[in-house]
């Protein structure tokens, strides 16, 4: 399916571009050539923004290490936030640096727990709870 994707991504825009160029080229009346260079523009532009991947079938097997990792990315960026915040005010101490620390350990460790499961492997009422725990 990823093949697919990457085909379909490359394929849409380039579609488009030709339908832009055979308008210009070999189209017969000025309505024609509109209505293709619309729609080759359409084309392209549904490419640039990977229109198309949404309509296909997801194959991700591991949606919980997936959410996980990406939970911790955004830790990262409130981990940056935060040092960035300490460095410029000496007097925050660093209490919100060890908690965004902290919080990192939890998600590592949820991780490790969640590699390899599937849905129906991984545990449903834990993953709620993770998920209620961030607000999601």
Excluded: C
């Excluded at 399916?1 to 009346?29: H, N, Q, T, Y």
């Excluded at 050539?33 to 229109?51: D, H, I, K, S």
């Excluded at 911790?72 to 640096?97: C, H, I, S």
């Excluded at 590699?115 to 993770?130: D, F, S």
């Amino acid at each position: 399916m990823r093949k697919l994707r990457r085909f379909l991504d490359l394929l849409v825009p380039a579609f488009g571009m030709a339908l832009v160029i055979g308008a210009v080229l070999l189209g017969e009346s000025l309505a024609v050539q509109l209505v293709l260079v619309v729609a080759g523009l359409l084309l392209t532009e549904a490419g640039l923004w990977r229109v198309v991947g949404p309509l296909l079938p997801d194959d991700r097997k591991y949606l919980a290490l997936r959410d996980e990792a990406n939970h911790f990315m955004t830790l990262v960026r409130q981990l940056n936030t935060v040092a960035l915040t300490v460095d410029e005010d000496q007097k925050a101490g660093r209490f919100p640096l060890e908690e965004v620390r902290v919080e990192m350990h939890r998600s590592i460790d949820r991780m490790a727990e969640f590699a390899g499961k599937t849905p129906e492997r991984a545990n449903p009422i834990r993953a709620g709870v993770v998920a209620g725990e961030r607000g999601v």
